[in-house]
């Protein structure tokens, strides 16, 4: 059982696909946190985000066990990701890794923003959370603590025109995926409803 959960920052997605994981028993991948990987290793080595050649390199060598670093959840780490994530070398190098994931027994649950459309177009079941961007700003400033209102929704504006305009595997919904819409949910409802969807797959 594959599911595939896309959708732009914010959305819910990440605490919807591990709140499938868990509720179905699958293994779960958050797939931003290999861009993130990648975009933070450039950070630390002072290089730019907008360094091709090495953000490739550092793609094609990611070391996965950093997966737990506490800088990778920080906004300037997501949008340094969002840049090298436009590069669909970088996207090939972390291809495989997210493929071989996904096959294992007896599911697993990945979230990102082409799972449903590049990384698994098979998977059993497709979600696409989404959220107004005002709704996504405010839950971000919450999650954040300081940061301005203006800032973290110009942040998140940013991010969507770079994620839905890339010419490779840009964020969009697949045609197949259902798409849940969070703006006025809590995360319960949004939960209940993405476990109602993959139940149905699941057959
Ligand atoms: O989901 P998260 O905010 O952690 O993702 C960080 C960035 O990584 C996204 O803005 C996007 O540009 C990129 N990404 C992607 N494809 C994925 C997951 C994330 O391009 N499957």
Same mark, same amino acid.
């Given at each position: &059982?594959? #599911? ?11 605490? #919807? ?12 991948? !958050? ?5 993130? &990987? ?6 630390? /080595? ?13 793609? %094609?060598?990611? !070391? ?8 990778? %959840?920080?906004?300037? *780490? ?7 994530? *436009?590069?669909?070398?970088? %996207?090939?190098?972390?291809? /495989? ?15 990102? %923003?082409? #799972? ?7 998977? !059993? ?25 203006? /800032? ?10 770079? !994620? ?7 964020? *969009?919904?697949?045609?197949?995926? *259902? ?5 006025? &949910?809590? #995360?319960?409802?949004a939960v209940a409803a993405a476990i109602a969807v993959v139940g149905r797959a699941a057959g």
């Amino acid at each position: &059982m594959i #599911i595939a959960v896309d959708g732009p920052a914010a959305a819910g997605k990440g605490t #919807i696909a591990r709140a499938l994981a868990q509720h179905f028993g699958y293994h779960f991948l !958050d797939t931003g946190s290999l861009y993130r &990987m990648v975009g933070l290793s450039l950070l630390r /080595d002072g290089k730019t985000p907008h360094d091709e050649a090495a953000a490739v390199e550092n793609a %094609r060598s990611l !070391d996965v066990s950093r997966f737990c670093d506490a800088d990778l %959840r920080t906004e300037a *780490v997501g949008a340094a990701a969002s840049i090298v994530a *436009v590069n669909p070398q970088v %996207r090939a190098a972390l291809l /495989d890794f997210q493929r071989v994931f996904a096959q294992q027994s007896p599911g697993a649950v990945l979230d990102g %923003r082409d #799972i449903g459309t590049v990384v698994c177009p098979d998977a !059993d079941a497709k979600l696409y959370i989404t959220a107004s961007p005002e709704v996504r700003a405010r839950r971000r400033q919450a999650e954040l603590g300081a940061a301005s209102y203006g /800032d973290v929704l110009a942040d998140i504006r940013a991010r969507d025109a770079r !994620d839905s305009t890339r010419a490779t595997a840009p964020l *969009v919904a697949a045609a197949d995926a *259902v798409v849940i819409d969070t703006s006025d &949910m809590d #995360i319960d409802q949004a939960v209940a409803a993405a476990i109602a969807v993959v139940g149905r797959a699941a057959g």
